[in-house]
């Protein structure tokens, strides 16, 4: 059949950058995400499932689902954060207040602590073995012993919790409210209140970029990211469409990344501040995270119940520098053939009808390079995927919307047929052909 597969790939291009996409569906309404780099998985908190989906970073597809209750809609798995060097996963609860401690290799859960009325966001200090979880209700954050999951205390605030961030290299904690104008800033080694940053906005999400020095503070009704030093004075504004909030910054190349819920973009700001680059994405991205090892943005869509990844450069001329390693093989590939379009004029449309043909995707493309890492891609997925299954129902049911005669199905269909037929008359065409070649069978079943 047709690959329009779950984890279709899109290429996004720009003058000085492009980004690769990929998707994998996952439980209903996600509302966070978290990445093991060391396990190359991916934890999904399925709101509205109540289960953590677990994905290969790599491959883009589901490996396990966790239950988190046996009792249906009790569970409602808000925020995840994770311990990579102890593999250890928690999970918060914003209707129980529950928080969940899975072990991340097997994903058996370790054990639940009850620890207030509406637990939201968490953050793992590895180096003080404390996790920093809020409490919206309470306005305060549990401060729990990674060890033995005992609670060592709490930290009383004025207003409610929403987004916290830990600057490693300083052991200090801050706290973003989203109902008022301010961050905490918390001493990480005795967890006392040393600080208050006034932000000009409410502020629901921050993220600290160590390169600089700065504090990053996002808002989903401002139409601004505002800028903070080390004095916590306001030093500048960067100017975006309301619906910008969730945020992250990959700390090893220092730029940070804003997701807009409202407009399908992700910004790209670099360590001067400058927003450099807007990512158009093909769903509505919430929760963002970064790997630290390679330059790839994870988003969770809760609209769609998805969860995408989107591999990023910028401003390539030169990737001589390059290292080429296993994992990042195929971005280095892209890398190079990009370098060569300018020079060489190096773009074989053959190639690119071709990849265009059987992914069934649009866009504009340059250079060998880019088309094959996405055929490679298309190859990878489908090798691995079923070699023929069962019609399901639902796309008897979906093609028999657009047709009032009796539709003939076929048993089974093939996973591995990649042949697409011309439609030449809209008017002869067969819903039951079209819907079995241009719906994700294959990756649904």
């Not at 605030?157 to 200090?172: A, F, G, H, R, Y």
């Amino acid at each position: 059949m047709k690959l329009f597969i779950l984890s279709a790939c899109l290429i996004v291009s720009f003058p000085t950058s492009f980004a690769v996409e990929d998707f994998a569906m996952v439980g209903g309404n996600p509302r966070d995400i978290e990445l093991d780099y060391l396990l190359n998985n991916i934890y999904v908190a399925n709101y509205d499932s109540g289960t953590i989906s677990i994905i290969d970073s790599d491959q883009m597809m589901i490996k396990e689902t966790i239950q988190l209750s046996d009792s249906p809609n009790t569970a409602r798995p808000t925020k995840i954060a994770v311990d990579s060097q102890n593999h250890i996963v928690y999970v918060s609860d914003k209707i129980s207040g529950v928080l969940t401690i899975i072990d991340g290799i097997n994903g058996n859960i370790i054990k639940k602590v009850k620890l207030g009325g509406s637990l939201w966001d968490l953050e793992i200090n590895e180096q003080s073995q404390k996790i920093y979880v809020s409490d919206l209700m309470n306005n305060k954050i549990s401060v729990v012993n990674t060890n033995d999951y005992t609670v060592k205390g709490y930290i009383e605030l004025s207003s409610s919790p929403w987004d916290i961030v830990i600057e490693k290299n300083t052991n200090t904690i801050y706290v973003a409210t989203g109902t008022s104008e301010s961050i905490f800033v918390i001493d990480g080694n005795s967890d006392k209140i040393i600080g208050n940053i006034y932000t000009g906005i409410k502020p629901w999400g921050i993220s600290v970029n160590e390169k600089n020095n700065l504090i990053y503070a996002t808002s989903w009704d401002s139409d601004k990211i505002t800028i903070i030093d080390k004095n916590y004075q306001t030093i500048s504004e960067i100017q975006v469409n309301p619906g910008a909030w969730q945020i992250a910054t990959n700390q090893n190349n220092g730029i940070t990344m804003v997701a807009n819920e409202h407009t399908n973009e992700i910004y790209l700001i670099n360590e001067n501040s400058e927003m450099f680059e807007t990512i158009t994405v093909s769903s509505s991205p919430q929760t963002i995270i970064t790997d630290p090892e390679k330059n790839t943005i994870y988003a969770a869509n809760p609209l769609s119940n998805s969860v995408s990844s989107i591999e990023y450069d910028y401003g390539i001329s030169d990737t001589s520098n390059i290292t080429e390693s296993g994992q990042d093989s195929l971005i280095f590939d892209v890398l190079d053939g990009l370098s060569k379009v300018h020079e060489n004029n190096n773009v074989d449309d053959e190639t690119v009808s071709k990849l265009l043909k059987n992914i069934g995707i649009t866009g504009k493309f340059d250079g060998n390079e880019i088309a094959n890492i996405l055929l490679d891609d298309y190859d990878k997925k489908k090798d691995s995927g079923p070699k023929e299954i069962h019609v399901p129902n639902w796309t008897k049911e979906l093609a028999s919307m657009f047709s009032t005669d009796p539709l003939v199905f076929p048993e089974k269909v093939s996973c591995t047929d990649d042949s697409i037929g011309k439609i030449s008359d809209i008017d002869k065409v067969n819903p039951v052909e079209i819907w079995l070649n241009i719906l994700p069978i294959c990756q649904f079943s």
